[in-house]
Structure formats: C-alpha cells, structure tokens
C-alpha cells in the first residue's frame, strides 16, 4: 500500500485495505511526502472503533503492518502526525497533522480449521455409515458400499 502527502499534508491512501485481521508481518505501507519543516519523526495513528488508538512510527518513510495492528476486522481511522523531539529530551511537539482517513481491515476465515482428509479416511467413513443403514441382507450392503467405493474412487482419480 502506499499513502501519497501533498505539500498540504494531506494523505491520499490509494487502496482502501489496510490487511485481513490475523495476517502477520506481510504488508508494507510506504508513505511519500514526509517532509515537513521542524518535524525529526513521522508516526501512523489508527483509532478503531472501540476508541483504541495505537502509534505506529514511520521509519525510513515505510512501516510493516503487524497482527496488532490488524486485530479486528472493520473500519478504522487513521491519520500521519509529523512530530519534533526537543534536544536531549525525550518530550517531543507536534508539528503538524494530516487529514484523517479511513481504512479497512476485512475477516479472514481463522481458528480450527481441519485439513481435507485423505481418500482412506473418506472410504472408511462412508463404509462406516452405509454399514450402520438397515440394509434386508449382508450382501446388499457389501454391494452398496461398493459401489459408492467405487464411484468415489474413479472422481479421485478423474481429479
């Protein structure tokens, strides 16, 4: 993502999307325009809907997105502050902020996710409940087990 500041300082992001909420460490934001008189440090503030607000310092013009940043999923406000730390101190002054501008963090499908399983496993379970269906006769249900074996063995195949 790159967010372009004019001589204004205003912040024109040119996507909407900040990241997918558990993503970690894989987005980069670039900012051009960081050149303001008087100002040392640049800083990304995002303000989310439950009025948290988190200060991200922009280093060498770019920062990288972190699971942090990304921990819900919605809009969130965000703004660029230019800041000047005061000589051998650590207390610093504004110097001057951008317009305030909305990003997105969108879901992303997380927690226990199952891996597909393998044919064997699929087979077993299909056995299993064809073997568990009230069938007249032990041979019907050798015969319906197979069949659906079979058809389920030729689609794994034809993939």
Do not use: H, W
Request: proline letters at 4%; charged letters at 25%.
């Amino acid at each position: 993502m790159n967010i372009y500041l004019d001589k204004d300082f205003y912040a024109k992001p040119d996507t909407e999307l900040l990241g997918y909420v558990g993503e970690l460490n894989t987005r980069i934001v670039d900012i051009t325009g960081l050149n303001v008189i008087n100002a040392d440090s640049y800083y990304f503030i995002i303000e989310y809907d439950d009025e948290v607000k988190i200060e991200i310092p922009i280093i060498n013009s770019y920062f990288t997105v972190t699971s942090a940043m990304l921990r819900a999923a919605g809009k969130v406000n965000c703004q660029i502050v230019a800041k000047s730390y005061y000589s051998g101190s650590e207390e610093c002054r504004l110097v001057m902020k951008s317009n305030i501008f909305t990003l997105v963090i969108k879901p992303s499908i997380s927690g226990n996710i199952q891996p597909l399983p393998d044919n064997e496993s699929l087979l077993g379970g299909i056995r299993q409940a064809v073997d568990g269906v009230d069938i007249p006769s032990p041979k019907a249900s050798r015969i319906i087990t197979d069949v659906i074996a079979d058809a389920l063995e030729k689609d794994i195949a034809a993939t």
